[in-house]
């Protein structure tokens, strides 16, 4: 049951912290075995290609961020990119926000064109849904998106520093870049979409109702994004 629903998506970990929650007196070890016996597995990951384009002239921030992923507090630092997924109408565009103290998804957008719209778009929802102070550090890689001017006037305007990853290094966005693995792992890959619509409903139920509210991260004590965020803020 728990293993369904989570969409296949948990490992022996995650469904042993969910029995213990539940009040089940089980060992983990129990649990791994249990699953290999019956053949309960997580869903496996592909790659996937880039899809910002770095090659240009405009200015491009220096790497504040460094690889400083774990941060003690919300609206500290946020971090975005873009992805894509087939349709048979063609490629449907993702661009996220993060903030990289829940790895909750505070931004959106989706369209049919690689655009520096479509990011600031995301932007501008994170912007809206947490209204954050002067001072976030904003980090993305340096696609033409993100160092467009308009983009960077939307971040000076709100007190925003940015922050770029180094040039053809994914690791320096690494939160964004493992939930889009997520994403794909758990949804994208066990999916036709004849629509870009069809896509896009799907992808917002995804993370909308179960990636920030109830999907487990073991980096934070298996709780989903929005549980911690609401824990933390009464500890």
Same mark, same amino acid.
């Given at each position: 049951?728990?293993? %369904? ?7 022996? /970990?995650? &469904?042993? #912290? ?14 791994? =075995? ?9 869903? @496996?990951?592909?790659?996937? =290609? $880039?899809? !910002?384009?770095? +090659?240009?002239?405009? /200015? ?5 961020? +460094? ?8 609206? %500290? ?25 829940? =790895? ?10 690689? !655009? ?12 809206? +849904? ?16 993100? $160092? ?8 000076? @305007?709100?007190? &925003? !520093? ?10 320096? +966005? ?7 693995? @997520? ?14 619509? #069809? $896509?896009?409903?799907? &992808? ?14 073991? @980096? ?16």
């Amino acid at each position: 049951m728990i293993h %369904r629903e989570s969409r296949e998506t948990y490992g022996s /970990p995650s &469904i042993w #912290d969910a029995l213990i929650k539940q009040g089940h007196d089980v060992g983990e070890r129990r649990v791994a =075995r249990l699953m290999r016996q019956e053949g309960i597995r997580a869903k @496996t990951v592909k790659t996937w =290609r $880039a899809t !910002t384009q770095s +090659n240009h002239r405009l /200015p491009v921030a220096t790497n504040a961020l +460094n690889r400083q992923f774990t941060v003690p507090h919300p609206n %500290r630092v946020w971090a975005g990119d873009i992805t894509y997924v087939w349709t048979t109408e063609g490629w449907l565009y993702l661009a996220v926000v993060l903030d990289l103290y829940s =790895r909750l998804v505070i931004g959106w957008a989706m369209g049919q064109r690689l !655009t520096g719209e479509l990011a600031e778009q995301a932007l501008l929802m994170a912007l809206t +849904n947490r209204r954050p102070s002067a001072g976030l550090l904003h980090h993305s890689d340096r696609g033409s998106q993100y $160092a467009a001017t308009h983009y960077q006037q939307v971040l000076t @305007t709100h007190g &925003i !520093t940015p922050s770029m990853s180094r040039k053809g290094n994914c690791w320096d +966005n690494a939160c964004v870049e493992s939930f889009f693995g @997520t994403l794909k792992r758990e949804l994208v890959y066990h999916r036709h979409y004849a629509t870009r619509e #069809d $896509a896009t409903q799907d &992808i917002f139920e995804y993370i909308e109702v179960f990636y920030n509210r109830k999907r487990r991260h073991s @980096t934070l004590g298996y709780d989903s994004p929005a549980e911690y965020e609401a824990r933390m803020a009464v500890a």
